[in-house]
């Protein structure tokens, strides 16, 4: 049954590569300009796009079955040491624009088939209108990524985005219902441009129910300014859903091969409810301030350096998290000598909450080194990622090599090995590893 | 009789182009000729690999005024949607659906081409450039042009220039360590879309990539002037919608 899988993504990964020797053949140094005016000529004429990717990613993860959070997905039953894990998604993106009408669509469809879990499903990441009467005035309805701030792996200004997967953070995320304005004006001297961007996001029982806090009209709004060759922005949101929150953020250039950044935001009202070891809930609301602090850095040999610094400031500390840990121990503990399982489904419930989340306690590390083209293969980018937890000093390192034999082709293995001492975070996750293969072909 | 020879001279400077043009004239007319200074553009990025195999990428491009310039990938389909952005020495690329567009350098290169980010969203020479020295040569004019500040791609370009058309023939891109990084040749004119003989073809090569080569092919280029707001960092992800 496990087989199955494999041989499909053999058989994949023929297909993709066997086009590959055919257009490696005919590799010619001709330019035909005639041809090249016929291409173009269509491309301009169409005024729609369809495309996508089709991807296959077997992964193979490494159970911990020590750690917290094996325990609580499996606390009755032992899955081994292995689980595999297959995935294959289709995604679509189409575009169609009239006049100053455009439209906009992107869509996945995923299925999983693994170890542990298995499951079929089509999700609409966006699909929005646009109206522009002018360039510098529009108008989106419908469900958008909003992608506000600078920051590489995480963004504590992106009040109304989902959260980044840090260790992926390119991937594409889901949008939620809105309606935005965005007004935008260009000037001569330092200053040379000014948007502003304002934002209302519904929340009920149909519509965007998983942002926060149901029957409210949230309202978001964002000044951005190019002033001195540096990006500055200025976030507002409030709304029932979640508390009011303000956010600055900027970014720019030092020397042509370093960049700075940073993000500020101010979360006012947060409830905060870490237990003790016994499981008891401490309530506590107060103003918080999360930041991150990046840079940028090309070498002249094409090395890219990220390196970020994030406080997260609903996160916990380490000693709340540690109590957490604890309350797991416990609960398994007394699931195994009397078969109760009331401790051990509590610590469940808290990890589907804050507890769960990625990254939940209060400092992390982020640091990101790629090498383009080494040892002169062209299309390949090896690179070593590495995300600290700064307080219980645990950490994943994430090796990883990108390569594009073909066009249009794209091939990624990644490793992540996951280090820690117990009671904390990495030493705690689910896996102690995760092997990927990543295929993705686009059309 | 002094009015006389003076009016000679005169006479006989206005007959001699190296004389009538001085080096940024020169450099001016040359911006000027490979293409306006507003315009639209589609072009053909080919990368050729020692083994002979190539990579396309097709990409439309705005540019406006001195110093503003935005260039949205149409295919391959790996990188449709892809867009950077050109303000001065500000440059930015924005990746559908990954984020908002992320700060960028011009010595990197989005394709993976020889060609890199100052050579795709390349502004006039004139605006970068001075000429330190011009020399005649046979039916070429000779410039030896330093870059006005260091956030300049290159630090020193050696340009030879055809006397007829004033259209640039060879570029030779330099480091500041005098390090020879790429050559550019300029080859194929023909008429653009509004009457003008232009290289249709950008070839370069390089000594730090031997073997490969790249090729700009120029397939249209139309004057057209867009407001400054198309040339925003967020009105990047909606630039398609100026094609």
């Known amino acids: ?443 | 009789m002094t009015t006389i020879a003076l009016l000679a001279i005169a006479l006989l400077l206005a007959a001699s182009p190296a004389a009538a043009l001085d080096g940024a004239d020169i450099l001016r007319k040359v911006d000027a000729n490979l293409q306006p200074e507003s315009f639209e553009s589609y072009r053909k990025l080919i990368d050729v690999q020692p083994s002979g195999a190539r990579r396309e990428f097709l990409l439309w491009t705005l540019k406006k005024g001195k110093d503003k310039i935005a260039a949205l990938f149409l295919e391959p389909a790996s990188e449709k949607g892809r867009a950077t952005l050109r303000l001065g020495d500000n440059m930015w690329l924005y990746i559908p659906g990954v984020g908002k567009p992320i700060r960028i350098t011009n010595l990197q290169s989005v394709t993976g081409s020889v060609f890199n980010n100052a050579d795709i969203m390349r502004l006039d020479y004139h605006t970068e450039y001075d000429v330190r020295t011009i020399e005649e040569q046979a039916g070429a004019y000779f410039l030896d042009l330093r870059a006005k500040t260091t956030a300049v791609a290159y630090d020193r370009l050696k340009m030879w220039v055809d006397r007829k058309t004033l259209l640039p023939t060879r570029i030779e891109c330099y480091a500041a360590t005098g390090l020879l990084i790429k050559t550019l040749y300029f080859k194929e004119p023909k008429p653009f879309d509004d009457g003008r003989l232009r290289p249709a073809i950008l070839e370069t090569d390089s000594p730090l990539y031997k073997g490969y080569r790249s090729y700009m092919v120029y397939a249209r280029i139309k004057k057209r002037v867009v407001p400054d707001e198309v040339f925003t960092l967020d009105f990047l992800p909606r630039i398609e919608t100026m094609r």
Request: charged share 25%; net charge negative; aromatic share 12%.
């Open chain 1, 1 to 443: 049954m496990r087989a199955a899988p494999g041989a499909a993504a053999a058989l994949l990964l023929w297909a993709l590569l066997v086009p590959a020797g055919a257009l490696r053949a005919q590799g010619t140094d001709e330019i035909r300009l005639e041809d090249i005016e016929k291409e173009i000529a269509r491309t301009v004429e169409r005024p729609y796009h369809l495309g996508g990717f089709l991807e296959f990613q077997p992964t193979l993860f490494g159970l911990d079955r020590d750690a917290a959070f094996y325990r609580l997905q499996f606390f009755d039953r032992d899955e081994g040491a292995t689980a595999a894990q297959y995935d294959l998604r289709l995604r679509l993106e189409g575009s169609y624009r009239k006049d100053i009408f455009s439209l906009f669509v992107r869509a996945d469809a995923l299925t999983t088939q693994g170890d542990l879990d298995s499951e079929s499903r089509i999700d609409l990441l966006e699909g929005f209108g646009s109206l522009k009467p002018v360039p510098g005035l529009a108008l989106d309805a419908g469900k958008k990524v909003v992608k506000w701030g600078k920051g590489y792996a995480w963004n504590p200004v992106a009040f109304i985005d989902r959260p980044k997967n840090p260790e992926d953070p390119e991937l594409a995320l889901e949008g939620f219902y809105l309606v935005a304005g965005e007004a935008i004006r260009s000037f001569d001297g330092p200053l040379k441009t000014v948007a502003f961007t304002a934002i209302a996001l519904p929340v009920d029982r149909d519509v965007n129910e998983d942002f926060g806090e149901t029957d409210h009209l949230n309202v978001a709004a964002k000044l951005y300014a190019l002033l001195f060759d540096t990006d500055l922005d200025v976030m507002v949101f409030t709304g029932g859903s979640r508390t009011t929150r303000f956010g600055v953020d900027f970014a720019r250039n030092i020397l042509t091969n370093f960049e700075v950044h940073g993000e500020w935001a101010l979360i006012r009202d947060v409830e905060q409810a870490p237990i003790n070891e016994r499981g008891q809930a401490m309530r506590r609301v107060s103003d918080v301030m999360s930041y991150l602090v990046g840079i940028r850095y090309l070498t002249e040999r094409e090395t890219t350096f990220i390196v970020e610094y994030y406080h997260n400031g609903p996160g916990f500390t380490g000693g709340q998290m540690e109590d957490f840990f604890r309350f797991v121990e416990a609960g398994d503990a007394a699931f195994r000598s009397t078969g109760n399982t009331t401790a051990i489904r509590r610590a469940i419930t808290l990890a589907e909450g804050a507890y769960g989340r990625p990254n939940p306690m209060r400092s992390y590390f982020y640091a990101r080194a790629s090498q383009k083209e080494p040892f002169d293969i062209l299309y390949f980018t090896p690179a070593l990622t590495t995300i600290v937890n700064v307080e219980d000093r645990s950490f994943v390192v994430i090796p990883e090599l990108i390569y594009s034999p073909v066009t249009n082709l794209e091939l990624r293995f990644r490793a992540a090995a996951l280090v820690g001492e117990p009671r904390t975070e990495y030493g705690e996750k689910q896996n102690d590893y995760r092997l990927e293969l990543r295929v993705r072909y686009y059309f």
